[in-house]
């Protein structure tokens, strides 16, 4: 795993800090960027490129089509969704609870 503090650039304009994100959101051909800082961003890049760049900084797991998690953020985990430390909360695919599932025992 490499250092989180050091930026992941994404394209020449753009990089964030992989300790910040708490998690990803896929919106057609953008994807939302969620902070611990509270500030969002929005990229005009997929998630899976996004994801890729960021997967090898931190504990970030694509939970489903539409969102990536940072696990360092996961507060608490039940059969429905996840809850993040902001309060927020996300619904994994059914697919992926079962990988989740064994993350979590």
Known sequence: MNDLKQPVFLGARTSLLPADVTHLEAEVN???VYSASGKNEILS???KKVYECLKEHGNFIRIS???VVNMKFVKTSNEQ???????KELRPSRRKRKELDQIFR
């Not at 969704?81 to 309060?87: A, P, T």
Request: aromatic share 12%.
């Open 45 to 47: 890049s997929t998630m």
């Open 81 to 87: 969704e996840l809850i993040l430390s902001s309060g």
């Open 30 to 32: 953008y994807t939302i």
């Open 65 to 67: 089509r539409k969102y």
